[in-house]
C-alpha cells in the first residue's frame, strides 16, 4: 500500500526558533495535509494542500505541496512552547477505493522555552 | 455541537474478552471511519462506512468487526481482544470521501489489553 515517510522523527529547539520538517511518498496524491496532535486529543487539520506547487499560510505556519505531487513540507517560523506536539503529514486521494487518509508516522515537536 | 464522540475513553481488557467502542457525530456527516494509532506510528484505517447499513475493510481489519445500523453511530467490536490490539483508537467522520471538507475527528479511546 501507499505509504509517507515523514522526517525528522523528533526535534527539539529553542523558543524563537524556526522549524521545518517534510513528507515524502512512493506514490502520487492529489491533496495534502498537516495534522497537530496534542496529548490526549486527536489530530487537529492545520494546513490542506490541493494543488501541485501551492504554498499555503496559517498564522505562522507554511506548507507547500510538491510539485511531484509526491512531497509536501511544512515550516513553523518563530516558535512558542504551545507549538509542542506531534505533526503528521496526510495524504489523501479522490473518489472510489483511494478517497481515504494515509498518514506519515509524524514529528516529534519540543520546544525548550 | 458536540462533533465527534467516542465512548468510552479509556478501557483495559483481559485477553480474549470482548468489547464495542461508540463512535457518534451530530454533524449529519455521511462517512465515519475507525483508526488505530500505535507509538511511533501515524494512523492507520481500520475499517470505515460510506453510510448507514454500509461498512469497509480499511489497511488493518483483521481481529475487528464494526456496525453502522443508524447514521449518526458507527460501533467498532473486538470479540476477542489480544494484546497486540493495545492502542488508542480515534473515530473520524466527513461529508465525503476524497474531500477534506468536514473531516472531523474523536478525541480517542486508549485501549490496554493485558
Known amino acids: 500500500g501507499q505509504q509517507l515517510n515523514q522526517s525528522p522523527q523528533s526535534m527539539f529547539i529553542q523558543e524563537g526558533e524556526d522549524v521545518s520538517m517534510n513528507c515524502t511518498s512512493s506514490?502520487?496524491?492529489?491533496?495534502w495535509l498537516w495534522y497537530k496532535q496534542e496529548p490526549g486529543e486527536g489530530p487537529v487539520l492545520l494546513i490542506a494542500?490541493?494543488?501541485?506547487?501551492e504554498l499555503t499560510s496559517n498564522g505562522r505556519l507554511t506548507a507547500q505541496f510538491g510539485i511531484t505531487r509526491k512531497d509536501s513540507f511544512l515550516n513553523i517560523s518563530a516558535s512558542i512552547p504551545s507549538d509542542v506536539g506531534i505533526y503528521f503529514c496526510?495524504?489523501?486521494?479522490?473518489?472510489?477505493?483511494?478517497?481515504?487518509?494515509?498518514f506519515g508516522k509524524g514529528t516529534k515537536l519540543s520546544v525548550k522555552p | 455541537n458536540a462533533g465527534v464522540t467516542q465512548t468510552p475513553k479509556f478501557r483495559v481488557l483481559k485477553t480474549g474478552q470482548s468489547m464495542t467502542l461508540l463512535c457518534a457525530q451530530d454533524?449529519?456527516?455521511?462517512?465515519m471511519y475507525w483508526y488505530r494509532q500505535d507509538p511511533g506510528m501515524g494512523l492507520r484505517l481500520i475499517h470505515y462506512?460510506?453510510?448507514?447499513?454500509?461498512?469497509a475493510k480499511g489497511e488493518v481489519p483483521d481481529g475487528y468487526n464494526v456496525s453502522r445500523l443508524k447514521k449518526q453511530n458507527f460501533l467498532l467490536g473486538l470479540e476477542s481482544a489480544a494484546p497486540s490490539q493495545t492502542s488508542v483508537y480515534f473515530c473520524?467522520?466527513?461529508?465525503?470521501?476524497?474531500?477534506?471538507?468536514?473531516?472531523?475527528f474523536g478525541s480517542g479511546t486508549r485501549l490496554t489489553v493485558v
Open positions: 496526510a495524504g489523501m486521494n479522490y473518489g472510489g477505493s483511494q478517497g481515504n487518509l494515509i
Open positions: 473520524a467522520s466527513s461529508y465525503s470521501r476524497g474531500t477534506i471538507d468536514g473531516y472531523t
Open positions: 506514490s502520487i496524491f492529489n491533496t
Open positions: 454533524m449529519n456527516h455521511e462517512y
Open positions: 494542500l490541493y494543488k501541485a506547487g
Open positions: 462506512s460510506v453510510g448507514e447499513g454500509t461498512t
